[in-house]
C-alpha cells in the first residue's frame, strides 16, 4: 500500500516563501510521476506541479509559474514543492499525490490521473 505524508505547511506572509515535503512508502518511488495539488475553501482540488521519475520534466500551473518549484530526491523517497512569493490566493490545503500506473506526460495534471493521497498539509498566506 502507496502511503504519502505531507509536511512543511504553516503560516506565512506575502511574498514569503515555504518548502512543502513529501515522503512516499510502500513502492518503488523513483519509478512514478509525483503531482502535488491544492484545495481551497468551497473550491474544486486543482493541479499545482507534476514532475516524472527522474525529475528531468516538470510540468505547472500557469497561476504559479515562475514562484513555484518541484523537485524530488529518489534517494530519500520524497517530492518536494519549493513556493516563492506567496500570495494570499495560494492559501489552500495543498495534497501530495501518485499514480497507479508509470508514465509521463500533461495528462498529469489532471487529478483523476492519480490514485493515492496525502492527508494534506495546510498553507495559510496572510496579506
Known amino acids: 500500500q502507496v502511503q504519502l505524508e505531507e509536511s512543511g505547511g504553516g503560516l506565512v506572509q506575502a511574498g514569503g516563501s515555504l518548502r512543502l515535503s513529501c515522503a512516499a512508502s510502500?513502492?518503488?518511488?523513483?519509478?512514478?510521476?509525483m503531482g502535488w495539488f491544492r484545495q481551497a475553501p468551497r473550491r474544486e482540488r486543482e493541479f499545482v506541479a507534476a514532475?516524472?521519475?527522474?525529475?528531468?520534466?516538470?510540468y505547472s500551473a500557469d497561476s504559479v509559474k515562475g514562484r513555484f518549484t518541484i523537485s524530488r530526491d529518489n534517494a530519500k523517497n520524497t517530492v518536494y514543492l519549493q513556493m516563492n512569493n506567496l500570495k494570499a490566493e495560494d492559501t489552500a490545503v495543498y495534497y501530495c499525490?501518485?499514480?497507479?500506473?508509470?508514465?509521463?506526460?500533461?495528462?498529469?495534471?489532471?487529478?483523476?490521473?492519480?490514485?493515492?493521497w496525502g492527508q494534506g498539509t495546510q498553507v495559510t498566506v496572510s496579506s
Open positions: 499525490a501518485a499514480p497507479r500506473t508509470i508514465g509521463w506526460d500533461t495528462s498529469f495534471s489532471s487529478k483523476y490521473k492519480y490514485d493515492y
Open positions: 510502500g513502492r518503488t518511488f523513483s519509478s512514478y510521476t
Open positions: 514532475i516524472n521519475w527522474s525529475g528531468g520534466n516538470t
